[in-house]
């Protein structure tokens, strides 16, 4: 399709055909588009706050918010994709599980990665490993 889709984008996630978006200060939450229609099928997250990252590993999408001047903590949210790109789903049903971490100077952010047995959150000076299946990590 040569239609152009009209965003704007900070970061985005692709896992074909899906594109997720995040608009840092421009926009607030996650836009969850797919490509091949070029139609935005959700956006959650839109009366809450602005995130500057993005990542997917195929399984779970995790969004990080944007620092600002004065907040004293910044979000990290996991959301199961599988749920984000099923129409079906109501939004207010998406399973999804948030963190908090303390966001130093408004100048840095955080960033939050997940792989398949962790989640992964550099912030400040440190980096944060949140082993979610324990049964999978082998020594």
Not at 80 to 107: A, C, M, Q, R
Request: proline share 4%.
């Amino acid at each position: 399709n040569a239609e152009p889709v009209k965003v704007k984008v900070w970061m985005l996630s692709f896992l074909y055909p899906y594109a997720f978006v995040v608009g840092g200060e421009d926009s607030n939450g996650v836009q969850v588009w797919d490509m091949v229609r070029c139609i935005q099928i959700r956006h959650i997250l839109q009366d809450e706050k602005p995130y500057h990252r993005v990542h997917t590993n195929g399984r779970f999408l995790t969004i990080s918010e944007y620092n600002r001047v004065g907040i004293d903590k910044c979000s990290v949210t996991v959301f199961d994709v599988l749920e984000l790109i099923e129409t079906k789903v109501d939004t207010k049903n998406l399973w999804k599980n948030s963190f908090d971490f303390p966001p130093g100077h408004y100048y840095i952010q955080i960033t939050a990665i997940t792989n398949t047995t962790s989640l992964i959150v550099s912030h400040t000076s440190h980096i944060a490993i949140l082993n979610f299946w324990k049964d999978r990590i082998s020594s």
